[in-house]
């Protein structure tokens, strides 16, 4: 794969999945060839069902060669899953049997999940917030993908003598959480430093095993970060009051989930938030990555032409940046998402009328006009440039 990034070609596989995915991973693989044919880089798309779409037409939600094809891709674009229809299935198995999303994530080991979240200065009279409570705002979460209680067993819904009872489990292995850990504070060394670390220490053991082993990571490995722990219901009240505090949040699988759609409401929309997920290095530094918006398939309002397609442009952006080792091109396509939202071309979820056409061809011709390197459109804090391992630290760091 170095070899292959060294000659800037990439083979890149797009599951678009259901409701809005199509839509906006349309939108955002336009972005990425434009920017792409601009650059010089060659990049091999295939595309293949996944979710509903794949259950419609193949009896599951991925098939083994779909996930045989992620295994070899450069990157994978995953658009949204689900939907009422497949939702209220009730079907055998486990959560990699009923989501071709959460098989992706388990098989490729896609542990580090990162969903960017910021304050956009030209937004804020659109989100919930006063403008100095969201001023600044620029975070991380990084989730943890690919352990607790999605994936804890045992789980289930039995029939005991007490009646039906269902079944969870959330478990975590030091080692889970200890790499979890690390890469919450390799974002934050290019980042402030600051690392929030989430859990209910106070009524989970996963907890309490979670606080030790992040508090022991960060004594032998990270002495100078800044380490705070908070209880998840503490954390997203402070976040709420104060989210300019939060530099990397780091969360499990679930706490991780919810902290990210909460704190979409800090960028006006959910269609805003972009993310990428990434496994274990093998040793030729090859890491699995999947980008994909944080948002679900939107079934309220799939076929309308009106989602925001922003989430996924700026996957795109995190996949040039981080797996095609572009950050130029990355700033270039976040600063004409910026223009557009300065010029108010916004989607109904951020209170415009513009359809995802319209955002995307404002993106397009933004792009069109930038020069290949990107032009600063507003003044900002980078969304992304955390990802890549030779940057220097961001805002001083430790
Ligand atoms: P959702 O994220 O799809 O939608 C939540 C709300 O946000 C809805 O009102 C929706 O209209 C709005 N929204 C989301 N993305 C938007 C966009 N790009 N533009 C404008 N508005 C947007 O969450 P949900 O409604 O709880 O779930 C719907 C389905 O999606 C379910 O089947 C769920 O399991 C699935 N889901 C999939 C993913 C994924 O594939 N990564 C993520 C979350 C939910
Ligand atoms: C997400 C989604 C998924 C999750 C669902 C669709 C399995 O909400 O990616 O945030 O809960 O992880
Ligand atoms: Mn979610």
């Not at 889970?176 to 859990?199: K, L």
């Not at 980008?291 to 309308?304: F, N, R």
């Not at 300065?342 to 006009?369: F, H, N, R, Y």
Request: net charge negative.
């Amino acid at each position: 794969m170095n070899s292959k990034i060294v000659a800037g070609e990439f083979d890149l596989l797009v599951l678009a999945g259901d409701g809005i995915g199509p839509k906006v991973t349309d939108a955002a693989v336009r972005v990425l060839y434009t920017v792409a044919e601009k650059a010089g880089l060659a990049i091999r798309i295939e595309r293949d069902v996944a979710g509903g779409a794949c259950y419609e037409a193949h009896g599951c939600f991925l098939r083994d060669q779909t996930l045989e094809r992620a295994r070899q891709a450069d990157a994978i674009l995953f658009g949204a899953e689900g939907g009422p229809k497949w939702d209220a299935l009730d079907l055998p198995g486990g959560p990699t049997d009923k989501s071709g999303l959460s098989r992706l994530r388990k098989e490729l080991d896609l542990f580090a999940n990162v969903r960017p979240v910021r304050g956009w200065p030209m937004l804020a009279e659109r989100t919930p917030f006063r403008p100095e409570v969201i001023a600044g705002a620029d975070l991380v979460v990084l989730r943890e993908l690919t352990a607790g209680i999605y994936f804890g067993e045992p789980r289930g819904i039995i029939d005991d003598p007490s009646g039906l009872r269902a079944i969870d489990t959330q478990s975590y292995t030091a080692s889970e959480i200890d790499r979890s850990a690390r890469a919450a504070f390799e974002i934050a060394r290019r980042r402030r430093g600051h690392v929030t670390s989430v859990d209910k220490a106070n009524v989970m053991e996963s907890g309490v095993l979670w606080r030790r082993r992040v508090s022991a990571i960060a004594a032998a490995e990270y002495p100078d970060f800044s380490l705070e722990h908070r209880y998840a219901d503490a954390c997203l009240y402070e976040l709420m009051r104060a989210p300019s505090r939060f530099d990397v949040i780091l969360a499990d699988n679930l706490f991780g989930d919810l902290i990210s759609d909460c704190a979409a409401s800090i960028s006006g929309s959910l269609g805003l938030l972009p993310s990428a997920s990434f496994g274990p290095a093998d040793t030729a530094g090859r890491r699995p990555a999947l980008y994909e918006p944080v948002h679900g398939s939107a079934p309220d309002i799939a076929g309308g032409g009106t989602a925001n397609p922003i989430a996924a442009i700026l996957s795109v952006a995190m996949m040039l940046g981080e797996s095609f080792r572009r950050p130029d091109l990355s700033k270039t396509v976040e600063n004409a998402v910026s223009a557009v939202l300065a010029q108010g071309v916004l989607t109904p979820d951020l209170g415009g009328s513009a359809t995802t056409a319209d955002v995307t061809e404002a993106i397009l011709s933004e792009l069109a006009s930038s020069s290949g390197g990107g032009r600063p459109v507003v003044e900002q804090t980078a969304l992304l440039s955390w990802l890549y391992e030779d940057l220097p630290p961001m805002v001083g760091g430790p």
